[in-house]
Each structure stands twice: as structure tokens, then as C-alpha cells.
């Protein structure tokens, strides 16, 4: 038996390998990528590498053996066909009969355009008759933290959120979910609700940079539309900003408030700041 991680050079399949090698030997964990040169360090450390990728079938045929617990990472190629790259993944693990197969997917409260593929994968999962766990990770503290530098060129945090709340938490903490989930035993269908302990606003992320970083940081709150445009501006292709865009509006509706404690209880601690997040991509 394996415990197979898909999209292990990913920034969240990274931190799942990780904390998997903290809690079972390294020659009971997969890491499935596309690069393997990118994950030599967990090669040497005697982790099994397979190299498929989703957008060609044939590389996942006799991937997956009997008993396996694997973790289909959601691709991160927003607009493509994420579900059809999904399905092939669910088709190798059933042809396999695995274990159970657990995807990372999106808040079931989330109706904005990023979510369809999320529910559509979730359909196609139910309908293989595959034991499974539906991780609905809440949103990334690095979908912030990551790009500060033009919140720090304009001095100011530009979003369509209104006063909405979003309960973020660190990709570490969604990875010792999954890591608990793959390491664990009773998880077969069921869904988790992932999000962070505490909700914060854009004012109380503006306030918390200004904090950390000495400048004043203003909450610049803009329609919808106007995101869009400042996105496209910014260099982003038009589809992909309508559907960031979309997702402040969810947060304005309320859509990413996860409070059901799930995170918390699969990590086994307090899910991270978002005060800690930021003061590490300040100082970084």
C-alpha cells in the first residue's frame, strides 16, 4: 500500500509530501509529477516518483495499486478542462481499486465561477462509486500574502469584497488536513469543510500590513467590474480575472467564512494567523 500524492511540485503537494514524511516511511509515499528534476530532494530521501500528467491518460495506467489512499490535488489550470484532467485520475484509481481517493476541492458555500469545476469533479467522484473524502479547502493566506508587491507599490489593498470575511488559513494547515485524512483511518465518504479559526476583513488585513510594514495600506474597495479592468490592466488574461473577481464578490456575499472547525480538528492545532502569514511575507 502507497499513499500517492498527485501535483506533488505544487506549492500545496509540496507541504503534503512534507508532513507525509513526518508520520510514515518514505518508501510508503508516491509523489506523482510532471518534472521529476523538481522533486530529486524527495527522491533522495527515498520517496517513489511517478511521472503522469493529467492531460495524457495513458501515463496514470497501472499508476495506482490495490489498497492505495491517493490525493488528487486539483489542477491548477483555471479555464481548462479541469474536470476532464480530474476524471482521468478518478478512472486510473478505480480501475485500480484504491483505498480511497481524496480531492482538494472548494467550500460548498462557494457559488462563484471557480467553483464549478470543483463540483463538477466532486460529481464525477460520487459517480465511480470510489470511497472518498471531499477536502473543501477554504481560501490560501498566500493567495495574499504571496503577491504583496503592488498592494506595497500603491499603498493599498485593492479588492471588490465590501465588508466581507474570509477564513483563510496557510497551505501548510490544509496539508495536515489531507495528511491526517491519507494517514488515518474512518474518512471514507465524508466531506470536510475547510477553513481557517478566525475571519478577518479586507480592513483588518489593510490594518495588519500597515502594521507589519510601517506604511500606511488603505482598504480600496472598487465594483466588481472595475477589478476586472485593473486586473486585465495588470497584465491577467480577461477570463481569468472575471473569475477572481467573481470570488470577491462570494467573499462580499459571505461565501468564504468556514466555520464549521473541521481544519482545526484534522491538523490536531489552531490553524495559522493570518497576522503570522503576513509577518513571514514581510520579513521574506
Same mark, same amino acid.
Given at each position: 500500500?502507497?499513499?500517492?500524492?498527485?501535483?506533488? +511540485? $505544487?506549492?500545496?503537494?509540496?507541504?503534503?509530501?512534507?508532513?507525509?514524511?513526518?508520520?510514515?516511511?518514505?518508501?510508503?509515499?508516491?509523489?506523482? !509529477?510532471?518534472?521529476?528534476?523538481?522533486?530529486?530532494?524527495?527522491?533522495?530521501?527515498?520517496?517513489?516518483?511517478?511521472?503522469?500528467?493529467? =492531460?495524457?491518460?495513458?501515463?496514470?495506467?497501472?499508476?495506482? #495499486?490495490?489498497?492505495?489512499?491517493?490525493?488528487?490535488?486539483?489542477?491548477?489550470?483555471?479555464?481548462?478542462?479541469? !474536470?476532464?484532467?480530474?476524471?482521468?485520475?478518478?478512472?486510473? #484509481?478505480?480501475?485500480?481499486?484504491?483505498?480511497?481517493?481524496? /480531492?482538494?476541492?472548494?467550500?460548498?458555500?462557494?457559488?462563484?465561477?471557480? #467553483?464549478?469545476?470543483?463540483?463538477? +469533479?466532486?460529481? #464525477?467522484?460520487?459517480?465511480?462509486?470510489?470511497?472518498?473524502?471531499?477536502?473543501?479547502?477554504?481560501? /490560501?493566506?498566500?493567495?495574499?500574502?504571496? =503577491?504583496?508587491?503592488?498592494?506595497?507599490?500603491?499603498?493599498?489593498?485593492?479588492?471588490?469584497?465590501?465588508?466581507?470575511?474570509?477564513?483563510?488559513?496557510?497551505?501548510?494547515?490544509?496539508?495536515?488536513?489531507?495528511?491526517?485524512?491519507? +494517514?488515518?483511518?474512518?474518512?471514507?465518504?465524508?466531506?470536510?469543510?475547510?477553513?481557517?479559526?478566525?475571519?478577518?476583513?479586507?480592513?483588518?488585513?489593510?490594518?495588519?500590513?500597515?502594521? /507589519?510594514?510601517?506604511?500606511?495600506?488603505? =482598504?480600496?474597495?472598487?465594483?466588481?467590474?472595475?477589478?476586472?479592468?485593473?486586473?486585465?490592466?495588470?497584465?491577467?488574461?480577461?477570463?481569468?480575472?472575471?473569475?477572481?473577481?467573481?470570488?470577491?464578490?462570494?467573499?462580499?456575499?459571505?461565501?468564504?467564512?468556514?466555520?464549521?472547525?473541521?481544519?482545526?480538528?484534522?491538523? $490536531?492545532?489552531?490553524?495559522?494567523?493570518?497576522?503570522?502569514?503576513?509577518?513571514?511575507?514581510?520579513?521574506?
Amino acid at each position: 500500500m502507497s499513499i500517492v500524492v498527485t501535483g506533488a +511540485t $505544487g506549492h500545496l503537494g509540496r507541504h503534503v509530501v512534507e508532513q507525509l514524511l513526518e508520520k510514515v516511511p518514505a518508501d510508503q509515499v508516491t509523489a506523482v !509529477v510532471r518534472s521529476p528534476e523538481k522533486v530529486a530532494d524527495f527522491a533522495e530521501r527515498g520517496v517513489k516518483i511517478a511521472v503522469a500528467d493529467y =492531460n495524457a491518460p495513458e501515463t496514470f495506467d497501472g499508476l495506482f #495499486a490495490a489498497g492505495d489512499k491517493v490525493l488528487l490535488i486539483s489542477g491548477s489550470e483555471v479555464g481548462n478542462d479541469r !474536470v476532464g484532467q480530474h476524471q482521468v485520475v478518478i478512472d486510473a #484509481a478505480k480501475a485500480a481499486d484504491v483505498a480511497l481517493l481524496a /480531492y482538494t476541492s472548494a467550500p460548498g458555500s462557494l457559488t462563484a465561477a471557480l #467553483a464549478d469545476d470543483h463540483r463538477g +469533479t466532486e460529481k #464525477a467522484l460520487l459517480a465511480s462509486g470510489l470511497p472518498y473524502a471531499l477536502l473543501r479547502n477554504g481560501w /490560501y493566506h498566500e493567495n495574499y500574502t504571496e =503577491n504583496l508587491a503592488p498592494v506595497l507599490e500603491y499603498n493599498a489593498v485593492t479588492n471588490a469584497a465590501g465588508a466581507g470575511r474570509v477564513s483563510s488559513a496557510s497551505r501548510a494547515d490544509y496539508a495536515a488536513a489531507a495528511v491526517a485524512v491519507l +494517514t488515518g483511518e474512518g474518512h471514507e465518504n465524508k466531506t470536510y469543510e475547510l477553513g481557517g479559526d478566525v475571519a478577518w476583513s479586507f480592513d483588518e488585513y489593510a490594518a495588519e500590513l500597515s502594521r /507589519y510594514t510601517g506604511k500606511e495600506i488603505a =482598504n480600496n474597495v472598487v465594483p466588481t467590474e472595475a477589478l476586472v479592468g485593473i486586473l486585465t490592466g495588470a497584465g491577467l488574461p480577461e477570463p481569468l480575472a472575471v473569475i477572481l473577481a467573481g470570488v470577491d464578490a462570494s467573499i462580499e456575499k459571505g461565501e468564504l467564512v468556514v466555520d464549521s472547525g473541521d481544519l482545526s480538528r484534522l491538523a $490536531g492545532r489552531p490553524t495559522t494567523p493570518l497576522a503570522d502569514a503576513i509577518a513571514a511575507a514581510v520579513k521574506g
